[in-house]
T-cell receptor, first 113, second 113 residues
Framework: SQTIHQWPATLVQPVGSPLSLECTVE??????LYWYRQAAGRGLQLLFY??????ISSEVPQNLSASRPQDRQFILSSKKLLLSDSGFYLC????????????FGPGTRLTVL | QKEVEQNSGPLSVPEGAIASLNCTYS??????FFWYRQYSGKSPELIMS????GDKEDGRFTAQLNKASQYVSLLIRDSQPSDSATYLC?????????????FGKGTKLSVKP
């Protein structure tokens, strides 16, 4: 079965600092990978998705970026964090065999002060 | 703007009762529908998916889909306090593994012992 790892689990960062969140997946190959953000009082917002190494699609304009340096590694970054970047960041992977079902990792809770 | 709407709740039901959670979506061509459960502070976990009109049962859970009315629901029979969580409805508009999910904001369910 697929296993999704995310780290760190929690992070407190000052405004203007850089960010790097990592997601790795085991038990599958060539998955579709997704980054979501869940802010307080808001629904899950898709930030980026990737269908392969180096292939990134952005869903919303923001000061975040994503990269996929390896097949099962997905990284979310920022050069300068804003207060509005606080939230619960979730990595997701589609089901094995190319299904459209998505499974979520444990998430990273980011607080920007 | 493609939307998925859910009553935010809280929906409170007594233990042993049937909990009924509802979701409407705006895009008539939506293909796939999902229910996730999210405990406080945790990531969403998939309960079930449904693709065709009608009912789909899995244990105490039944998903109901009516594409003509653009409506999907989740019934939880014999509700338990452990079912207390936020339930997220998600819709895949494009279909296929590259279709992205749009999430509702969730309905908070409280099951009282």
């Amino acid at each position: 079965s697929q296993t999704i790892h995310q780290w760190p689990a929690t992070l407190v960062q000052p405004v203007g600092s850089p960010l790097s969140l990592e997601c790795t997946v085991e038990g599958t190959s060539n998955p579709n990978l997704y980054w979501y953000r869940q802010a307080a009082g808001r629904g899950l917002q898709l930030l980026f998705y990737s269908v392969g190494i180096g292939q990134i699609s952005s869903e919303v304009p923001q000061n975040l970026s994503a990269s996929r340096p390896q097949d099962r590694q997905f990284i979310l970054s920022s050069k300068k964090l804003l207060l509005s970047d606080s939230g619960f960041y979730l990595c997701a992977v589609n089901g094995r065999g190319g299904t459209d079902t998505q499974y979520f990792g444990p998430g990273t809770r980011l607080t920007v002060l | 703007q493609k939307e998925v709407e859910q009553n935010s709740g809280p929906l409170s039901v007594p233990e042993g009762a049937i909990a009924s959670l509802n979701c409407t979506y705006s895009d008539r061509v939506s293909q796939s529908f999902f229910w996730y459960r999210q405990y406080s502070g945790k990531s969403p976990e998939l309960i079930m998916s449904i693709y065709s009109n009608g009912d789909k049962e899995d244990g105490r859970f039944t998903a109901q889909l009516n594409k003509a009315s653009q409506y999907v629901s989740l019934l939880i029979r014999d509700s338990q306090p452990s079912d207390s969580a936020t339930y997220l409805c998600a819709v895949n508009i494009q279909g296929g593994s590259q279709g992205n999910l749009i999430f509702g904001k969730g309905t908070k369910l409280s099951v009282k012992p």
